[in-house]
């Protein structure tokens, strides 16, 4: 291309921009219906705190609010938390919270979402229910002459009885999965299954699950013409029941059944009893919970070579206690988890682990997220006798003894710049 086109391309591209920039700048603002008085010229200033919502949709449907990016300069922080629902769908908490001018003007709007709901049918529904919390206080600002109601009448042929559930609120969930990756020299397969079924009310929960994993990975050495292959497999079956005993109080029972090639575990079945209690009552436990959970009970293990303690099998009586800590807040989001697990009959066999999450907003356009786990490990009496080939310590073909693991990320993240963030704009997106 010529420069002297070039130039005359970026000449053109500059005027227009500067000829949009300036009808924007000198458009006189839309005058309100005859007789009609004029509102207030500011829209409603909203942060949205949801990590379930379609943002582009938001903007494009909610349009009568403005967005920004930092809770500061907002009139209303709204805060979305969801729960996994015994049906497999989502039960949403949509809380309002007034800032500033609007501080104190709180209000909380809830709604549930099907496990067969599209995501469509989720943002739709989210976006509905997102107006309703919005626009009465949105009638005092400049959109109000624009707003209205619109109500869709039910039809006659609606039930208002509750019909009979025939599948006594079971929910049954099965899926399979694989994948397979290969190059010249080297080639990976993995295979997944899972079953579940849960049935959960106000009185009772109960939870079945199966799964089953084989991996595979091939290695061609072409030095020698020899192949390593690597190979693992492992499957279990899970179950819990709890009853509620009141709200803050209940009682649970685990048993458990799995096999792992890779922990040197050709059997290994588990049954736990024991009681549960939260400090704060289990309805708000979509903001925060604070529980401390005990259970006692045995293991049986069969195990695929003789251990470092010389066993093929054993019986184990153990106990645990569990604590966990989560907060979902204006400012932010924390989780904590604790548990020590204890051989009754080896106290110097256990297992303590300790996990913690921070996703805070300090001030200003700044927050920080760590995440992190520890785990001092005692308990490793699967161990086969004998020391592990180089083979299959760099495959992970078999567990190695330790006495610890760890793992620690974290972040930082600073915005700054305009507060308003409601245009939406996807081109070149891809």
Not at 20 to 25: E, G, I, L, P
Not at 276 to 299: D, V
Not at 355 to 363: I, K, N, Q, W
Not at 419 to 427: A, G, H, L, Y
Request: glycine share 6%; aromatic share 12%; net charge neutral.
């Amino acid at each position: 291309m010529r420069p002297s086109l070039l130039i005359g391309i970026v000449c053109l591209a500059l005027s227009l921009s500067g000829a949009a920039h300036a009808h924007s700048q000198n458009a006189p603002p839309t005058p309100p219906p005859p007789g009609i008085q004029a509102a207030p010229t500011n829209l409603l200033r909203i942060f949205l705190d949801c990590d379930q919502c379609d943002d582009d949709y938001r903007r494009q449907n909610v349009a009568f609010v403005d967005y920004v990016r930092d809770r500061a300069v907002a009139d209303i922080h709204v805060l979305v938390t969801t729960q996994r629902t015994g049906g497999g769908g989502l039960a949403w908490t949509v809380k309002f919270i007034g800032l500033g001018r609007l501080l104190g003007q709180d209000r909380t709007l809830s709604f549930t979402t099907l496990e067969t709901a599209t995501d469509d049918d989720r943002r739709k529904e989210f976006a509905r229910i997102f107006k309703i919390g919005l626009v009465s206080l949105a009638a005092e600002t400049a959109a109000g002459p624009q707003l209205d109601v619109t109500w869709t009448r039910p039809a006659a042929s609606v039930q208002t009885t509750p019909q009979k559930d025939r599948w006594n609120y079971w929910v049954f969930r099965a899926n399979a999965n694989g994948n397979v990756n290969g190059e010249h020299l080297q080639n990976f397969q993995s295979y997944r299954l899972n079953f579940s079924g849960n049935r959960t009310t106000d009185q009772w929960k109960i939870n079945l699950n199966a799964n089953g994993s084989y991996n595979e990975s091939v290695f061609d050495i072409e030095e020698d013409g020899t192949t390593i292959r690597s190979t693992s497999d492992s499957w279990n079956v899970n179950s819990l029941v709890v009853k509620s005993l009141s709200p803050q109080w209940s009682f649970g029972s685990r048993a458990s059944i799995n096999h792992s090639s890779f922990s040197n575990n050709d059997r290994s079945i588990t049954v736990a009893p024991g009681p549960e209690y939260n400090f704060f009552p289990y309805s708000e436990s979509a903001r925060r919970s604070l529980t401390i959970q005990y259970t006692i009970g045995i293991t049986a293990n069969e195990y695929q070579e003789i251990t470092i303690y010389d066993k093929l099998h054993e019986v184990v009586p153990n106990h645990r206690v569990f604590s966990a800590l989560g907060l979902k807040q204006p400012w932010g989001s924390v989780e904590i988890e604790s548990a020590l697990n204890e051989h009754l009959d080896h106290p110097d066999r256990y297992r303590f682990t300790i996990f913690g999450s921070a996703d805070v907003r300090l001030f200003k356009g700044f927050s920080f997220n760590i995440f992190g786990e520890y785990e001092k490990i005692k308990d490793q009496i699967s161990l086969p006798k004998g020391s592990a080939s180089t083979e299959e310590i760099l495959l992970r073909q078999r567990q190695l003894a330790t006495s610890y693991s760890y793992f620690v990320a974290f972040g930082i993240s600073y915005s700054f710049g305009s507060i308003f963030n409601s245009v939406v704009n996807t081109r070149f997106g891809g």
